[in-house]
């Protein structure tokens, strides 16, 4: 038989092998504080550029508000944009960055960049705070209503039982039977049926309105934001707006007279742009055109009438009868 030969389970090998009296070595010195603290999850990641995890330190340690356009982070390093650009999307993509739009006071939108320094963990505390949000609506939240359920008809009740024999009122001794019938009961009526209990009605919804999205009169307001970008209207504002601009041009405005109407002289500050054109929809509403006449159509101008000409016999177009051309020329 052969010998058995028991071998010992390898050790899990590690990501970053260690050689002794090799590799860096770690000067670790006090430091004042201006520090920032970066996890090894960014610093270590197996899937993000050396580039990228550059940048997400040092956006990492500027402060609120700081600016981490590409154009202000291709000045301070020598990268050129292509290459921030492509970075900044490797940390959008892992999560470490996000750029969404808001819109300031003035109604400017502005980019807003989130840069996240654990974005699993971000993650997971949205994720709970979620849950027991749900939890305490579901826990607040009236019951449903639900209809109550039908009664059972209940069973009639049987009659009670009469006596063997009851005696009857005396008769007349001519038709005086020898012994008196037993009275029956009267039947009792069965039960009325209870009415079934009725659903409630049903909520009318409204009926969804046309959106005013392709309309001339929509794409006018639509439109408006390029001549002043403080008028940049919701969808909401411009199907409210459209029926009023609609009137404009059914009496006859140009759309370039609208747009000169609602954009001239507009004030410094500008707080509700909507009301605003709703008011000069409303004051400046041109009158309708008068009715115009029909204009008789002018007479077609008829060729002149056929004539035998009086010295050739020849038919030619004239007024009246004569002479043809060649006769009067030569004649």
Known sequence: MAEKQLNAPARAQSAIRRSPGRGVQKVTEYQRPGYTIIGNHLTQH?????????????????????????????????????RIAAALRELETHGYLERVRRRTEGGQLVTVTLSYNNPEATRARRARGEAEADKRRRATAPPPHRPAPAPTP?????????????????APAASAAPSA???????????????????????????PRTPAHGTPAGDLLAGLRRDDARLLLSARDIDRLAPGVGVWLARGASPDAVRHALVSDLPAALHHPAALLAHRLSERRP????????????????????????????AFRAPGPGRCRDCRRHG
Not at 47 to 76: E, F, K, M, N, Y
């Open 46 to 82: 197996r899937a993000l550029s050396g580039l990228a995890i550059g940048l997400a330190a040092h956006i990492q340690s500027l402060p609120d508000g700081a600016p981490v356009d590409i154009r202000t982070l291709a000045r301070r390093f020598p990268e050129g944009r292509d």
């Open 287 to 314: 009158p309708p055109l008068p009715a115009v006449a029909a204009r008789s159509a002018p007479a077609a101008d008829l060729p002149d009438p056929l004539q035998t000409c009086d010295g050739c016999e020849r």
């Open 154 to 170: 209940s069973a009639a009740p049987e009659p009670a039982c009469a006596p063997a024999a009851q005696a009857t009122p005396a």
């Open 181 to 207: 019938p037993s009275v029956r009961a009267a039947p009792t009526a069965p039960p009325s049926p209870q009415p079934e209990p009725q659903p409630p009605p049903r909520a009318r919804l409204p009926r």
